[in-house]
């Protein structure tokens, strides 16, 4: 049936912004020769795009950290603090605090598997636990 369309506005901002990333995510992938894989899951659509074709990429979570160990995991609320930050030394910061966070959780994860598998190396067995002293 015809007749104005309440949600149209949405959907075309929603159908303009999707074009857009996956436009940039294509010239990242076809100007700069960067791997890019992008997922938008919507409740009207989900639509992925890969710029590799052909292999297995990207590599799954569980094999990610050890192929690229220095990974930046930028999240949502992430992305929120840096637009509300005018000054870009304090962008600088805001980043160099998620390359830190990012490493911490990776050795807090590393330290959850060795205990749920004795039986690995300690990597952390230079660090001395103060909190028995």
């Not at 992430?78 to 600088?92: F, K, S």
Request: proline share 7%; hydrophobic share 30%.
């Amino acid at each position: 049936m015809g007749g104005p369309d309440p949600d149209g506005a949405e959907r075309r901002s929603f159908q303009k912004r999707s074009r857009t990333l996956l436009g940039k995510a294509h010239d990242l992938a076809a100007l700069r020769q960067a791997r890019v894989y992008v997922v938008i899951d919507h409740p009207r659509a989900t639509v992925v795009y890969n710029s590799v074709e052909g292999i297995q990429w990207p590599p799954s979570d569980e094999n990610f950290e050890s192929r690229y160990p220095d990974v930046h995991r930028l999240s949502f609320t992430d992305m929120e603090r840096a637009r509300e930050i005018p000054d870009t030394e304090e962008l600088m910061c805001l980043l160099e605090y998620c390359k830190f966070r990012s490493k911490l959780l990776k050795g807090i994860n590393r330290r959850v598997k060795k205990r749920q598998n004795p039986s690995a190396p300690d990597t952390f067995s230079h660090i001395h636990d103060h909190s028995n002293d």
